[in-house]
């Protein structure tokens, strides 16, 4: 199972961006995939989570500002960010459980300047 992130950036606040992840290894269609977000010195978090039929969840400090998707075909899960405000600076993490296994994506770093 291989999951391929990319989208980093430097961002203003109020600013968006768009982070993609390409899974491999898996049914994907079948399977939860989510995005955390590890900032400095602190635990990683939930950012959203969204379900093999499209169900979605987020995590209170982004709901209304992000929004996560899939495409089934591509077999991608993208998260888009928007009204991005310094807090949301961390290191972003795709992530599948499968398996019986957490798989995780390289970190992709988003950085939201004041």
């Known amino acids: 199972v291989q999951l391929q992130a990319s989208g980093r950036g430097l961002v203003q606040t109020g600013g968006s961006l768009r982070l993609s992840c390409a899974a491999s290894?898996?049914?994907?269609?079948?399977?939860?995939m989510k995005w955390y977000r590890q900032a400095h010195g602190k635990q990683r978090e939930l950012v959203a989570g969204?379900?093999?039929?499209?169900?979605?969840n987020y995590v209170d400090s982004v709901k209304g500002r992000f929004t996560i998707s899939r495409d089934n075909v591509r077999r991608t899960v993208s998260l888009q960010m928007n009204s991005l405000e310094p807090e949301d600076t961390a290191a972003y993490y795709c992530n599948v459980e499968a398996y019986q296994w957490n798989y995780w994506g390289q970190g992709t770093q988003v950085t939201v300047s004041s």
């Open positions: 290894g898996i049914n994907f269609r079948i399977y939860t």
């Open positions: 969204i379900t093999g039929d499209g169900n979605t």
